[in-house]
């Protein structure tokens, strides 16, 4: 069988497919990214998500926060609409998404 009648799968003198150097070039490119993504996300750089995509909870703890913060509701008042919300103020939620994890 000649290389002439199959130029696909042998395109020249002894040269891989000419498809290959592309598709390394892409697997490369995308490991590369996703590992450079991947090693912000641990250690918290990305930032928070965007807001659709936190829970109903979380923006009730944040808002119950700042009411707290600026001094419109009592203690008693924020540690018990606290409790409702299964919320314990300064223990970190894992469900959290604006967690940062502690600095080494």
Known sequence: ?????IPFLH???GGPPF??????FLLLTTALV???LLLLARRGRLGPPPAFFRSPEHDARTTLANRFANGDIST???LERASVL???PGVHDPAD????????
């Open 19 to 24: 498809f290959l150097g592309g598709l390394m």
């Open 34 to 36: 996703g590992g450079l």
């Open 76 to 78: 008693e008042e924020f």
């Open 97 to 104: 998404p604006n967690r940062r994890p502690p600095k080494r």
């Open 11 to 13: 395109p020249g003198p």
């Open 1 to 5: 069988m000649t290389t002439q009648l």
């Open 86 to 88: 299964n919320w314990t």
